[in-house]
């Protein structure tokens, strides 16, 4: 069955690194695929979305893009703030009726 | 700010109980889904509804059952309360007609633990 795999956290990084939050998926067809982002206490909220093989999803600095060859669609942003800290989900809809398919999660803590 | 409200917030109950859980939509979403989120997981699509009639179900037994109202609420409803169960619960309504081109937009949760 269709499924999402991320990279286990937690991940660690000082205030203006880089990050890469690496996501994989295996599914049938054309998914669309997401980052989701939780934070503490709050459900979940749409960080960005691509629909088809070489779209760049972006917001608010994160970028991730569509690779079909590779079945990835990692999550990345130059510059990360304290703000940033949080759980961030990837997920997919295969059969484009918006029931996804998540990750488990990778937590990001960004330490001043 | 989603729009999107579930209660309650927190919930105890014990195992072989039942429990409901509600959800109140953005006006004018007519797709709900719901999600279980065990600790330290991603959410598992539990069932959606669309239009008041379930439109699709993951792997979960019939003892979860869900309705969705006219007035854009809905109930999450679980019968015979098992430990496994205990997980925050989320909705997440969509608008117009069901599909991975329309934004999903998710509550905050019900925390449920089941002693």
């Known amino acids: 069955g269709d499924s999402v795999t991320q990279m286990e956290g937690p991940v660690t990084l000082s205030e203006e690194a880089f990050l890469t939050i690496n996501c994989t998926y295996t599914a049938t067809g054309y998914p669309s695929l997401f980052w989701y982002v939780q934070y503490p206490g709050e459900g979940l909220q749409l960080l960005l979305k691509a629909t088809k093989a070489d779209d760049k999803g972006s917001n608010k600095g994160f970028e991730a893009t569509y690779r079909k060859e590779t079945t990835s669609f990692h999550l990345e942003k130059g510059s990360v703030q304290v703000s940033d800290s949080a759980v961030y989900f990837c997920a997919l809809d295969s059969s484009n009726t918006g029931k996804l398919i998540f990750g488990q999660g990778t937590t990001l803590q960004v330490k001043p | 700010e989603t729009g999107v409200t579930q209660s309650p917030t927190h919930l105890i109950k014990t195992r072989g109980q039942q429990v409901t859980l509600r959800c109140s939509s953005q006006?004018?979403?007519?797709?709900v889904s719901w999600y279980q989120q065990a600790l330290g997981q991603g959410p598992q699509f539990i069932f959606q509804y669309y239009r008041e009639e379930e439109n699709g179900r993951g792997n979960f037994p019939p003892r979860f059952s869900g309705l969705q109202f006219p007035n854009y609420s809905s109930e999450l409803n679980v019968n015979a309360l098992e430990l496994d169960d205990s997980a925050l619960y989320l909705c997440?309504?969509?608008?117009?007609?069901?599909?991975?081109?329309?934004?999903?937009?998710f509550g905050p949760g019900t925390r449920l633990l089941v002693l």
């Open positions: 006006s004018g979403h007519n797709t």
């Open positions: 997440a309504s969509s608008p117009l007609g069901a599909g991975a081109q329309e934004t999903q937009y």
